[in-house]
C-alpha cells in the first residue's frame, strides 16, 4: 500500500515537471495578456506599503522591464499581478510557473543556477556589520570574545561561520528572527555587532531613535549579486528581460531609480536610506552579467 | 522536481559531498548539524516539561485547597496569567523585556530562558488538568481522608492526588507532545533547534523540500515517541476497575 502510494506521488511529481517544462514565458504572456511579478514584502529592494501595493528598487525595475516586454510583443494592455514570495517559497513558486519574473533581492548563486535563470546583475550587496559608534570595533578582528547577531535564514550566517573558521577568531553568535530583531540586539546591548548586507544595515540604522549612535564598520565580508530570477531554458524571455535592463542602464533611468530609492526619502515614513552606489554595483551595471556569487568571491 | 538526499552529506562550509555524511576532524555536515538541533529540541521540551509537571502539579494542587481562599486565587492568577499571553509574546517578555529592567538577565542565555517561558506556559496548562482531575473526584474521598485522621497533606499524597494523576493521564499525553511541537518558538531567541536548521539549512543548500521532511520526521519521531512513553506510563499505572475507558487501550 505505501508502495502505491510513493509511486502514486513519484508520478504526480513528473507529471508537474513535465507541465512546467513547456518553457515559452513569453507566449503565455502573450496567450494571457497577463504576467506575475515575484516581489518582497520586506527586504530592502522591494517590500510592502499595505493594501497590495508593492515598491521599491528592484520592484519598480521589474515593472520597466515588464513595460519594455509589453512594447515588445505588441500588446495593448498587459495585466501585472504581484505575487508576494519569501526566502522559502521563491525557488518553487518560479520553476511551477505561479511566478514569471521575480524582482526582489535573490542571490545569484551557483547552486540556485541549477534550478532557475538570472536576469544580469542590478545590484551588489556587500556584506559588512553595523557596531554602536562607540564600541570601538573597527573590524572583524575586534569580535575577538564578543557576540555577533545575525538573521536566521540568510546567507550571512554561513558567511560569519566561514570567517570564524578562516581567522581563527571565537565569538559567540546570536540569531534574530528578522532583521529587526538582529538590530534590537545590537540596541539593547545583548549583541556588539550585526553583520548582514550592507543595504539591511542601513536601512535598519535609518529607522533607529537615533541613527548617529550606529555606524557600518569593517571590511567586506562576502559579495553577492543580486538579480531578478526566472525560469531555466528560456533564452527568449531572458533575453527580453536583459535587454530591457541594459537600455534601463544605458540611457540612465536605472541610476534616477537608485538615486530615487536609496539617496532620496522613501515610503513609508519618508526617511533616507542614504547609501552611495557601491563601486562593485557601477562595475555590474557597466559591463553587465549574470555570472553566480562564486566568481566575485575569485577575484 | 527531484531528491537530492545528499544534501544531508555536504559540508556546511565548502558545500562539497562528505563520503560518509559524517563530517571529520570538526567539519561540520548538514546530517552532523541537523543531529544536534535536534538534540536541542530534545533537551528544550524535556527540562521544560519538568518544568512544568512539578509547577503545574504544585499550582493545579494548590487551586483545590478547601477554606484557603487565598492561595486558590494565587493559582487562578497564575494559570489566567500564563494561559492568555501568547506564547512568542511571553518568550519576548522574557528575552528582551525583562532584561531591560533586571540588566543582570541578559547574561542568562536564550536557553534558559526558552525553558522558563515554555515551562510556565505549560505549566499553567498542567495546573489547569491537575485541577480538573482532582475535582473529578467524588467529594467521599477528601472526606473518607479525614475520617480516618489524615492531615490535609496526608490526604492529598494518599488519597487524592494518586486517584487524580491517574485520570488526567491523556490530557497530559497531548500536553507532552505539544511541548515538543512548541519548543519550535525557541528559533526565535537563538537556539539552534530544529526549526532553525530548517530555516537556515533551506536557504544555505537550496534544498528546502528535503531539509524540511527531514525535519518534519523527527518532529513526528519525537512526539510520538512520548506518547509511547505516556501509553506505557498509563497502562502500567492503571488501577484495575477504576476507570472503564482505560481498559480499551488508551486513547
Redesign the interface.
Known sequence: MKKHLLAAAIVALAAGSAMAQANDTLAKIKGSASVTLGVRESSGLSYTLGNGKYVGFHTEMGERILDDIQKQLGLAKLDVKYQPVTSQNRIPLVTNGTVDLECGSTTNNAARQKDVAFAVTTYVEEVRMAVKANSGINSITDLKGRTVATTTGTTSVQTLRKNERAGNLDFKEVYGKDHADSFLMVETGRADAFVMDGSILAANISKAKNPADYKIVGEVLSVEPIACMLRKDDPAFKKAVDDSIKRQIADGSLAKLYDKWFMQPVPPTNTKIGLPMSEATKNAWAHPNDKPMEDYAKK | ??WDWQVFCTD??D?TTVAGCFGKGGDITYLDWLLSAWGWTVSVSLLSLALALVLGGLIGTLRTLQGRPWVVRLGNAWVELFRNIPLLVQLFLWY?VL??FFPSL?RVP?FVLVIFALGLFTSARIAEQVRSGLESLPRGQRYAGMAVGFTTFQTYRYVLLPMGLRIIIPPLTSETMNIFKNSSVA??V?V?ELT?FA??A?????R??EIYLAVTALYVVSAFAINRVMAFIEKRSRVPGFIAASSAGGH
Not at chain 2, 533551506?202 to 537550496?206: D, I, N, V
Open positions: 522536481m527531484s556546511t562550509l558545500q528582551h532584561p531591560s541578559q536564550g528559533f526565535a537563538s539552534a532553525m530555516m537556515q533551506q536557504e544555505e543548500t537550496s528546502g523540500v
